[in-house]
C-alpha cells in the first residue's frame, strides 16, 4: 500500500528558527508536493518536485525553501520561521512527471506552531 | 480566473438519508475533477475522479459524484450516509499555471456531519 511518512505529527518551534519538515515516500513516485492548510482556505501549494533536484513554485512559496536531493524525500524548510507560519502542512506525492490525472497520496500532516 | 468552490462550510445529515456535497467551478478547457475526504488528525484521502466519459463517478466508500457541464458542477454523492462518514470534504480541479504546467487547487472544505 502507497505510504507518505512525514518525519513529525506535532512541531514548536520559536519565530526566527530554521525549521525543517521532512517527508518520505514509498512508492517511486516522481511527484512531491508540499501544502499548507489552514482553516477556510482548503490547501495552498507552496512548493512541488517533478523529478529529483528539480523543484517548481506554489501559490505561496515566500519563506518557504525546498530540498530533493533523493526520488524518496522531499524537505520543507523554513528559512526564518514567523507566527504566521503556523499551520498544518501536508505533504503529497503522485506518479508521472507532470500533474496530470493522477491521485495524490497524503502523508498525515505536520501541525507546526511558531511561539 | 481559474476557481474551485464549495458553497457550505457544514452538511448535516441524518444517518441513512441521501447527502449531497456541493462543487462548482470554472476553468479554461476540459476539467479534471477530484474529491477527497480527511479524516480528524489524518492527511487526505482520494475519493473519486472525473477525467472524461460517463457523467456519474463512482468512488471509494460507496461516493459517487455527477459531473454537469451546463452547470460547471461536481456535486459529491451518497444514497445513504454512515455515522462514519463524518469527515472534511474536499473538492479540487486541475489547471495549468503561469508555466503552462498543472497543478491542483481546492475548495475551502466543508464539513459532514453525520447524526444517528
Known amino acids: 500500500d502507497v505510504k507518505v511518512t512525514q518525519s513529525s505529527r506535532y512541531l514548536v518551534k520559536r519565530t526566527g528558527e530554521k525549521v525543517f519538515l521532512e517527508c518520505v515516500q514509498d512508492?517511486?513516485?516522481?511527484?512531491m508536493f508540499w501544502y499548507r492548510q489552514d482553516p477556510g482556505l482548503g490547501l495552498r501549494l507552496i512548493y512541488f518536485s517533478y523529478d529529483v533536484k528539480m523543484k517548481e513554485k506554489g501559490d505561496i512559496p515566500e519563506g518557504y525553501s525546498v530540498s530533493r536531493e533523493k526520488k524518496e524525500r522531499f524537505s520543507l524548510i523554513l528559512e526564518s520561521a514567523s507566527t504566521s507560519q503556523t499551520s498544518m502542512y501536508l505533504c503529497?506525492?503522485?506518479?508521472?512527471?507532470?500533474?496530470?490525472?493522477?491521485?495524490?497520496?497524503f502523508g498525515d500532516g505536520t501541525r507546526l506552531s511558531i511561539l | 480566473a481559474q476557481s474551485v468552490a464549495q458553497p457550505e462550510d457544514q452538511v448535516n445529515v441524518a444517518e441513512g438519508n441521501p447527502l449531497t456535497v456541493k462543487c462548482t467551478y470554472s476553468v479554461s478547457g476540459n476539467p479534471y475533477l477530484f474529491w477527497y475526504v480527511q479524516y480528524p488528525n489524518r492527511g487526505l484521502q482520494f475519493l473519486l475522479k472525473y477525467i472524461t466519459g460517463d457523467n456519474l463517478v463512482k468512488g471509494s466508500y460507496g461516493f459517487e459524484a455527477e459531473f454537469n457541464k451546463s452547470q460547471t458542477s461536481f456535486h459529491l454523492k451518497k444514497p445513504s450516509a454512515l455515522v462514519s462518514d463524518s469527515a472534511l470534504y474536499f473538492c479540487?480541479?486541475?489547471?495549468?499555471?503561469?508555466?503552462?504546467?498543472?497543478?491542483?487547487?481546492w475548495g475551502a472544505g466543508t464539513k459532514l456531519i453525520i447524526k444517528p
Open positions: 512508492m517511486d513516485h516522481e511527484n
Open positions: 479540487a480541479v486541475r489547471v495549468s499555471n503561469r508555466d503552462s504546467n498543472y497543478q491542483l487547487i
Open positions: 503529497a506525492s503522485s506518479l508521472y512527471g507532470q500533474i496530470s490525472n493522477q491521485p495524490q497520496h
